[in-house]
């Protein structure tokens, strides 16, 4: 039926228009005859070519417009359903990887445990060896600075004996030795020195 009324000039609106025509022209015949009889209440034929009207009107409409809107309407029902798809599976995706993390935390929290009493047992290997070579500095620091103060009362006790001695012998020799027996000494030790004894 397209192709057939397609061909003539004008087209689909001349055919509209024609229509129209057919279906006002009885009302329009119904309201003259009203018009005569104004106490006279309009006809059923005339209700129902109005409603036949508003009938092919809304046809019309919704025949030109309804296939736009309901294709529109399921292109984006597609789209929607088609990005939702995707959405879906990438919470799939995701949630599969969060249950397989799930599933190897337990391995990940012992390989934790491991490594953490392993860096700690590490560290106090470390904390002993630094303490005991921090002992050894100090035992090594005590050692030394009792041979130096033991070296020094030696030296100091040398020192005070040597000078208990001299003043011993002096006080003696003053007491005992005589003006005869010093230039005797004195004689002695110039000897010596001639001849290289001392």
Same mark, same amino acid.
């Given at each position: 039926?397209?192709?057939?009324?397609?061909?003539?000039?004008?087209?689909?609106?001349?055919?509209?228009?024609? @229509?129209?025509?057919?279906?006002?022209?009885?009302? %329009?015949?119904?309201?003259?005859? $009203? /018009?005569?009889?104004?106490? =006279?209440?309009?006809?059923?034929?005339?209700?129902?070519?109005?409603?036949?009207?508003?009938?092919?009107?809304?046809?019309?409409? @919704?025949?030109? *417009?309804?296939?736009?809107?309901?294709?529109?309407? $399921?292109?984006?029902? *597609?789209?929607?359903?088609?990005?939702?798809?995707? @959405?879906?599976? /990438?919470?799939?995706?995701?949630?599969?990887?969060?249950? &397989?993390?799930?599933?190897?935390?337990?391995?990940? +929290?012992?390989?934790?445990?491991?490594?953490? *009493?392993? =860096? %700690?047992?590490? /560290?106090?290997?470390?904390?002993?060896? =630094?303490?005991?070579?921090?002992?050894? &500095?100090?035992?090594?620091?005590?050692?030394? =600075? +009792?041979?130096?103060?033991? *070296?020094?009362?030696? #030296?100091? !006790? &040398?020192? #005070? +004996?040597?000078? !208990?001695?001299?003043?011993?012998?002096?006080?003696?020799?003053?007491?005992? @030795?005589?003006?005869?027996?010093?230039?005797?000494?004195?004689?002695?030790?110039?000897? #010596?020195?001639? &001849?290289?004894?001392?």
């Amino acid at each position: 039926m397209k192709k057939r009324w397609a061909c003539l000039p004008g087209g689909r609106p001349l055919i509209i228009l024609l @229509l129209l025509a057919a279906l006002w022209a009885p009302a %329009m015949v119904a309201a003259d005859a $009203t /018009e005569a009889h104004p106490s =006279e209440e309009p006809s059923l034929a005339l209700k129902w070519a109005n409603f036949g009207i508003l009938a092919l009107g809304l046809g019309y409409l @919704l025949r030109k *417009q309804a296939p736009a809107f309901f294709n529109a309407r $399921t292109d984006q029902i *597609q789209k929607a359903i088609k990005d939702a798809t995707g @959405l879906k599976m /990438e919470a799939d995706f995701r949630a599969s990887a969060v249950d &397989r993390k799930m599933a190897t935390l337990g391995a990940e +929290v012992e390989k934790m445990r491991r490594e953490s *009493q392993a =860096e %700690m047992e590490a /560290e106090h290997g470390r904390l002993k060896k =630094e303490t005991e070579l921090a002992v050894e &500095r100090i035992n090594l620091q005590v050692t030394q =600075e +009792v041979a130096s103060m033991r *070296q020094n009362a030696a #030296h100091e !006790l &040398r020192r #005070h +004996v040597a000078d !208990l001695a001299a003043s011993m012998v002096s006080s003696r020799l003053r007491d005992h @030795l005589t003006a005869d027996d010093r230039t005797q000494l004195i004689r002695e030790f110039a000897d #010596h020195v001639r &001849r290289g004894a001392i």
